[in-house]
Structures are given as C-alpha cells and as structure tokens.
C-alpha cells in the first residue's frame, strides 16, 4: 500500500503553533564568574582544598555558578585528600607496592582539574568522576 504524501497543514491551523522550546539553552554565566570557577579548579591543582573552599566560602552567595563549581572543586578534592589516604593504607598492607599508584592519582588530578577549569571556563556545569559529594 503506497501512502499518499501530506499536505502540510495551513499556516494559521492550532497544529502548527509554536510548540514550547525544550530547556536547552543555558543560562548566561558572566565572564568573572567563569574566571573565579576556573580559578577554583585550576588552583585546586596546587593547592588541594584551600583555594577552592576560601572561594566557596567567599563567593557562595553572590552567583550560583561560583558556589556550584567551587562546591564541585572541593568535594573532588576531599574526595583526592581520602584516596591518597587510602593509599597510604594500601602501600603499608601491600609493604610498598601500593605507593605505585600515587603517581596515577596525581596525573589524574592534573588532568581532571585542567578539564574542570575549561569547562567551568565555557561556563559549562562540570561534574568531577569518581567524587563523593559531602558539601551538598
């Protein structure tokens, strides 16, 4: 059975209308707040969870960017500050072949946080892999 093409419906017919645009767009981020978000990465890299919680804390009621990313760089740093402890633990059962994976967390903070910084510099809402988050 062969169907017959359609006839697109007139222009001023209900099917027609504009239908509601999905949520796609994001909202604006302004471009100090995508600077203090790639700073709280970024100096997450060097400076563990200082730099990222002295921005949460300061930042944190002026725009909901910085308070999501900064939030976003200290969970995954706790979460780092717990793995290398866990490793520790490790290294001793294991008498030392544990310690062979610090340099593996290491490389993965490096790149991580340089990953989170661009992003967060996009103003895109970066998620950490693998973070336990404890500051919701």
Do not use: C, W
């Amino acid at each position: 059975m062969e169907q017959e093409p359609s006839t697109p419906p007139p222009e001023n017919s209900p099917s027609n209308e504009a239908a509601p645009q999905e949520a796609t767009e994001s909202v604006a981020v302004s471009k100090d707040a995508r600077t203090m978000a790639l700073l709280a990465h970024i100096l997450g890299i060097f400076t563990s969870f200082v730099v990222p919680l002295i921005i949460y804390l300061i930042k944190k009621d002026e725009d909901a960017f910085i308070a999501d990313q900064s939030k976003e760089a200290l969970n995954f740093h706790i979460t780092v500050i717990i793995a290398y402890f866990a490793l520790i633990v490790i290294s001793i059962i294991t008498v030392g072949f544990g310690a062979l994976l610090f340099p593996v967390l290491g490389l993965g903070v490096l790149i991580l946080g340089i990953i989170a910084g661009i992003k967060a510099n996009d103003g895109v809402d970066y998620r950490y892999p693998f973070t336990i988050r404890l500051i919701k």
